[in-house]
């Protein structure tokens, strides 16, 4: 059996497939552009990150290697702060805006004002940064109220394509506590955090867990319904 990993990065998505004791099958690699349209903007169009999505894993997924040799699990490298707006079908709403893009300094201020440093340390391990999933969830919620609104999640890299793989959506454990809601005692989102802390939706939240589904035949994204 292989295994396959997904570099999910700014400049471009990479995939690499291994054998079990690590001899090199397959790979490729698609560039993906970062725009930035003025001064202090920097965002990804979503879609275009996922048209090299498909594009690199079906070239792999095509490989003679892997069709004698089919893959066992499939893993993710990404940044796990930068969220954009996602549909109940698996459609991007809006631009990912990267860790550079200097939109919603006011946002993450009026945040991290809402507990002392010390709380926001035990609550969530650090003190909201601009970057941070709630932060950027709450940016949306200010600029755009109408696709905050409709957006079913908001999501990072490896929560998107996990989820257009699989059809589940998840949060990862160690990336659930950079949305500030998120309580370790009972491993799940808490209710009295958003109310009190910041009002987000749980609704935009994925499940916080680990997704194990596996992915439909052809190794492409798709939209989940």
């Known amino acids: 059996m292989s295994l396959i990993g997904i570099d999910l990065g700014s400049s471009a998505i990479k995939v690499a497939a291994y054998s079990t004791d690590g001899r090199p099958l397959a790979s490729a690699r698609r560039s993906v552009p970062t725009k930035h349209t ?3 903007h920097s965002e990804i169009d979503v879609r275009e990150s996922r048209e090299a999505f498909d594009s690199a894993l079906g070239e792999v997924a095509k490989h003679t290697e892997l069709r004698s040799d089919p893959p066992l699990a499939i893993s993710f490298s990404s940044s796990g702060r930068e969220v954009f707006p996602v549909a109940a079908d698996g459609t991007p709403m ?5 860790t550079a893009d200097l939109r919603g300094d006011d946002v993450a201020a009026a945040t991290a004002a809402r507990r002392p440093p010390e709380e926001w340390f035990r609550l969530a391990g650090h003190v909201p940064r601009r970057m941070d999933p709630v932060n950027r969830a ?3 919620r200010k600029t755009r109220p109408d696709i905050a609104a409709r957006a079913r999640w908001f999501m990072n890299w ?3 394509y996990s989820l257009l793989l699989t059809g589940k959506p998840v949060v990862d454990w ?3 506590g950079a949305w500030a809601t998120y309580d370790v005692a009972t491993a799940g989102w808490s209710p009295e955090l958003i109310r009190a802390g ?9 499940p916080s867990g680990i997704s194990t589904n596996r992915s439909h035949d052809g190794m492409g994204s798709r939209p989940t319904r």
């Open 158 to 160: 490896h929560e998107y």
């Open 198 to 206: 910041c009002p987000t939706s749980r609704r935009t939240h994925p």
């Open 94 to 98: 809006g631009p990912c805006l990267m």
């Open 138 to 140: 709450l940016w949306w």
């Open 38 to 40: 003025q001064e202090g």
């Open 174 to 176: 160690s990336d659930a």
